[in-house]
């Protein structure tokens, strides 16, 4: 029985979990070097010890950082491509890059960009944005195919403007609004010029 105002212990795997979720928003505010894992530690109430006996290095807890922020867009661009073909490009595009999404891929991107002195962290990098990549071309073959995306549109190029759209949508978040609605302009016209009913 735990003591008055001290909180229960949770399972492993929740603890886990909680780390990680710490993790990802102070890598995301902050950056790979700025952030400690001893601030990480006390954020999610553990000692620096409990949090290493769950990732082996600072380095092991960013990798998984990248792979959970990995995991949760491409469930919500899964979720979205699944209810709704024909509308969902605008959806990825928002669990990309919009300021509610509670861990946004592309800010751990620009960090781990900082981080390309170190070979494992560029390693990953370059492989998970090949993934997104080939995800996002994916939806767009599947959207050429269902008669929502224009035929002539080359997938493979779009899904690189895509990559390129997280970014300078973490490039406007992280500068404070530096496009204003440029960014709406920007998206508008890469709807108009992808999709058919635009």
Do not use: N
Not at 55 to 77: I, M, V
Not at 98 to 117: F, H, M, N
């Amino acid at each position: 029985m735990s003591s008055v105002g001290t909180k229960p212990r949770l399972p492993a795997e929740a603890r886990r979990q909680a780390v990680l979720e710490t993790a990802c928003r102070a890598f995301s505010r902050s950056s790979y070097r700025g952030a400690t894992t001893a601030e990480i530690a006390r954020a999610a109430g553990i000692s620096e010890p409990i949090l290493y006996r769950h990732f082996g290095s600072k380095r092991d807890l960013y990798l998984a950082c990248l792979d959970e922020a990995w995991r949760t867009f491409r469930g919500l661009a899964e979720r979205a491509h699944a209810e709704s073909p024909e509308t969902c490009l605008g959806a990825i595009a928002d669990a990309l890059t919009t300021k509610k999404a509670k861990i946004r891929l592309v800010d751990l991107w620009v960090q781990a960009l900082t981080e390309s002195d170190d070979p494992v962290i560029a390693k990953a990098l370059r492989q998970q944005i090949r993934e997104v990549h080939d995800f996002f071309a994916g939806v767009v073959r599947d959207g050429q195919a269902r008669g929502v995306v224009h035929a002539d549109r080359d997938a493979v190029a779009e899904a690189w403007i895509f990559v390129a759209g997280g970014l300078l949508g973490t490039i406007d978040h992280r500068l404070g609004g530096l496009l204003g609605d440029d960014l709406h302009r920007v998206r508008a016209e890469r709807r108009r010029w992808l999709l058919t009913g635009d």
